[in-house]
């Protein structure tokens, strides 16, 4: 091997592998926009608390957002304070979060195998995971809440030499909870049955005081958000566990068949890595190696929680694909001879880079919000500071476009979230401007009251109500 050979040494290949995915990760994210589901949500959030200044007040169109906690959307502050609002901004806490998740896995692997090549090799694993990668570009909890995860879990694991550890382990859950509602309850119980599973002692007194870390600063911010809102705090969180976690599903039998729906999710999504992955979970339950024995319970606490809710969404199992990152090292390691797999990584990794720097240079571009973006600056110039607008869109409740109109433009809504509300609003209206979509407009607006169209884009058409007066003189020109 040369000296130039990024193989040479596996601290070597772990740095080159650094740089391209840091490439890769944070590149893309300067094009492009924010899908409106959750990126344009957790974004306008963040932008409430900045142009308020009350960062103990989460809103969404002028009512509190009840349902997720903040830390996201603080993350999101904290760049749009010196640096202003800007859609790459929104996405970069998650790409920084997904970089750091890659940088761990090679730690974790090589501290589990006390091998570097297998802690590299997850490494590349890691950052040649589509999926995982396509989440980093978005502006969403999934991979900061994978990295508080996998941070708490290297915690754990450096806890066996000293039990301060365990004290980082519980502020990381902490921030886990305040991240994703919930779900931030899986990494304590994993370390529960790593403990009763692999007979792992840890002093209960650092136990304690952990739990406290990782739950007080969550509870304290519901308590105060139930002491400040009561019983609407109560009602949006039963109708928002309702439809994510509980609820019924359509058939009634898929409410039993989430564990099946995750496996063939996974089974197709994880090429080219699933058979390495399967392989390195056999060679692991049979190895009985106490060093890897917590990556299949990691996997399972993340499979079953994900299995019994309501929402059957692969991205809630990407806190599990650092372990499947690491079980596909060993599993390749397995299976084929080492000296074969570096002369294919000597092959590959060239290969990724020229890909990584076509990807820097011309990141691939996905729009959003092409119609909602001009239809919000249209409507934000059309309307005074602080007045609303009604949205109507076919009747559904599009919070989607509800969250970019909000993000991208500078008004509230009047929202109309069911079928058959619009001729009502247009007969007393809240509002002078209107978004509606166009099948709407053309059946309830353009023949029977008199407006002005603002601006349209794509389905969606913005225009102003005009009293008959003021639709005579525009006529006559």
Request: glycine share 6%; proline share 7%; hydrophobic share 50%.
């Amino acid at each position: 091997m040369t000296a130039l050979d990024p193989l040479a040494s596996s601290k070597r290949f772990c740095w080159v592998l650094a740089v391209l995915s840091a490439l890769v990760l944070l590149a893309p994210i300067r094009t492009g926009d924010l899908a409106g589901y959750d990126d344009a949500r957790y974004a306008l959030v963040a932008k409430h608390v900045v142009q308020s200044g009350h960062w103990l007040e989460i809103e969404s169109n002028g009512s509190p957002a009840l349902e997720h906690p903040p830390l996201f959307s603080w993350m999101e502050a904290v760049l749009f304070v010196p640096f202003g609002l800007s859609d790459p901004l929104a996405k970069l806490p998650s790409a920084v979060c997904g970089w750091g998740v890659i940088l761990l896995v090679a730690w974790l692997g090589r501290r589990m195998t006390g091998d570097a090549f297998t802690g590299a090799l997850a490494m590349f694993v890691m950052a040649t995971t589509i999926y995982f990668v396509k989440y980093t570009a978005r502006a969403m909890t999934d991979v900061p809440f994978t990295f508080f995860f996998l941070a708490a879990v290297c915690c754990w694991i450096l806890s066996e030499e000293s039990p301060r550890w365990i004290l980082l382990a519980g502020v990381l859950i902490a921030f886990a909870n305040l991240t994703r509602t919930g779900m931030g309850v899986s990494i304590p119980i994993l370390f529960a049955i790593d403990m009763l599973v692999n007979r792992r002692r840890r002093p209960y007194g650092y136990l304690i005081a952990g739990l406290l870390l990782a739950f007080v600063p969550v509870i304290a911010w519901y308590a105060q958000w139930i002491y400040r809102y009561g019983p609407e705090f109560f009602m949006r969180n039963a109708v928002w566990l309702h439809d994510e976690v509980y609820g019924g599903l359509t058939p009634a039998w898929r409410r039993y068949t989430g564990a099946f729906e995750y496996v063939y999710m996974v089974a197709k999504s994880y090429w080219p890595w699933l058979p390495a992955m399967v392989a390195g979970m056999v060679f692991v339950i049979r190895r009985r190696d106490p060093k890897l024995r917590l990556l299949i319970p990691w996997v399972v606490v993340v499979y079953v929680l994900c299995a019994i809710t309501r929402s059957r969404v692969l991205r809630y199992m990407l806190p599990a694909y650092p372990a499947f990152a690491i079980l596909s090292a060993i599993g390749i390691l397995w299976l084929v001879k080492e000296g074969t797999v570096r002369n294919a990584l000597r092959v590959l990794t060239p290969v990724l880079g020229v890909g990584v720097l076509v990807i820097a240079i011309h990141p691939p571009v996905t729009l959003h919000a092409w119609e909602t973006r001009p239809i919000a600056l249209a409507s934000t110039q059309a309307t005074r500071p602080g007045e609303r607008i009604t949205f109507y869109d076919d009747g559904a409740p599009r919070y989607d476009e509800i969250n970019q109109l909000l993000w991208y433009g500078d008004r509230y809504f009047v929202a109309l979230l069911e079928p058959g509300m619009l001729p009502g609003a247009l007969e007393r209206p809240e509002t002078r401007v209107f978004i509606v979509d166009d099948k709407a407009f053309q059946a309830d607006v353009e023949p029977r009251v008199p407006n002005q169209i603002i601006a349209r884009a794509g389905h969606l058409v913005c225009f102003r109500l005009l009293t008959r007066q003021a639709a005579a003189r525009s006529e006559s020109r």
